[in-house]
């Protein structure tokens, strides 16, 4: 079968599209998984662009990608799946220390020794092939009406991971959160906004991306704000959007960073609202050190209770409060998540994927989508 497999380079990694082995059932438990299509994110950009990749013990390539959707093609008698199900699967395999309670307990994501796998990112192979095998455990089945955005049902599970954990530690007073932040607009940032406003939120959303965007657009059609940041001074907080959050004259009752630049998760830190909660949610390496008023934040936090988390990766039941959650989304912004896949790619395109030319989000298919329903 084909694959998209990736080695080092000199510089970009070696992206091919190879012919490896189709995978076979080895138990009961497992499904063989006829790949529909899957997204690329900036883990992904990362490991191409960046030549950043764990490999899998004893190999020198890797099948990538993490974002499937695929169909069910062959079932395992224990695996609770039949053919034709539409299904993703969860990007995380646990580790195997025995002390790790969390991965002993099926929550991989709070993995404490770090050496868990990931399909597509480290130590395993990813999805970006015509044929997935995978034990039922780790696929969750998505309802055949949600095909057209199920792609998304990754990205969302990282947004709806955040989105608890939040619930979770703000029961600590009663929390009646109306105002957020979402700094970043790409595809994450674009779905943590999506989510406010389906929570009743109103959304503020601080990025690159130039007035006029897709992504500017998408925010003000759903009802958000938009504003464009400025470039910062290496090393200072200057982007302007503390400016700009002093010029609202409000406080935020939950910050989403989603841009992954560093300086940002400690800039917004003051601009909370009492007792309230930032959420780290990316990482874009290699971004220098910065000047921190430390004094300043540490008062902040302490005087006004506020929060900082970070958080990665997502359960099974994220997974599933995920399609949940694009399913509202759909229903009240229809169109909008077709919308966010701007770059439709064959697997022929993606060794020479350029990714400064991804407007918003890649998607490779594997089968054409006018042919997914025949394969229900
Ligand atoms: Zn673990």
Request: contains cysteine.
């Given at each position: 079968m084909k694959a998209i497999t990736i080695s080092s380079g000199k510089e970009r990694a070696n992206v091919a599209l190879a012919d490896v082995p189709k995978p076979v059932l080895t138990s009961a438990e497992d499904v063989v998984i006829r790949v529909l299509c899957v997204g690329l994110d900036g883990t992904d950009r990362e490991i191409i662009v960046d030549n950043f990749a764990r490999f899998?013990?004893?190999?020198s390539d890797m099948i990538i990608g993490h974002e499937l959707l695929g169909i069910v093609a062959e079932a395992g008698a224990e695996s609770g799946l039949s053919r034709g199900d539409a299904v993703t699967a969860l990007v995380r395999r646990p580790c195997?220390?025995?002390?790790c309670v969390n991965c002993r307990s099926?929550?991989?994501?709070?993995?404490?020794?770090?050496l868990y796998l990931e399909r597509g990112i480290q130590g395993a192979d990813g999805f970006l092939c015509e044929y997935v095998a995978e034990n039922a455990k780790y696929v969750v089945k998505v309802p055949a009406e949600c095909l057209p955005y199920g792609v998304l049902v990754e990205p969302q599970s990282i947004v709806e991971k955040v989105w608890n954990e939040a619930q979770i530690i703000q029961q600590r007073m009663l929390w009646q959160p109306r105002t957020a932040l979402v700094t970043g607009s790409g595809p994450l940032g674009l779905l943590a906004a999506l989510t406010c406003r389906t929570l009743g939120m109103d959304v503020y959303v601080w990025s690159k991306s130039p007035e006029g965007s897709l992504n500017a657009d998408m925010i003000r059609s759903i009802g958000g704000h938009y504003r464009q940041a400025g470039e910062s001074a290496p090393?200072?907080?200057?982007?302007g959007l503390t400016e700009y959050a002093q010029q609202l004259g409000t406080g935020f009752d939950m910050i989403w960073e989603?841009?992954?630049?560093?300086p940002l998760g400690f800039e917004v830190i003051p601009l909370l609202a009492h007792n309230g909660i930032v959420a780290l949610l990316g990482v874009t390496p290699g971004q220098g050190r910065l000047n921190v008023p430390s004094d300043m934040i540490y008062r902040e936090m302490v005087a006004k209770n506020k929060c900082i988390i970070g958080s990665v990766n997502a359960s099974r039941q994220d997974f599933a409060t995920a399609i949940q959650r694009l399913c509202t989304i759909e229903q009240q912004y229809p169109g909008m998540l077709g919308k966010l896949q701007t770059n439709r790619l064959t697997p022929r395109q993606v060794p020479e994927i350029?990714?400064?030319?991804?407007?918003i989000k890649a998607v490779v298919d594997f089968v054409s989508p006018a042919e997914w329903a025949s394969l229900l």
């Open positions: 899998p013990e004893g190999k195997g220390d025995e002390s099926g929550q991989q994501d709070f993995c404490r020794t770090g090393g200072e907080f200057a982007s989603c841009s992954g630049y560093a350029d990714f400064s030319r991804i407007s």
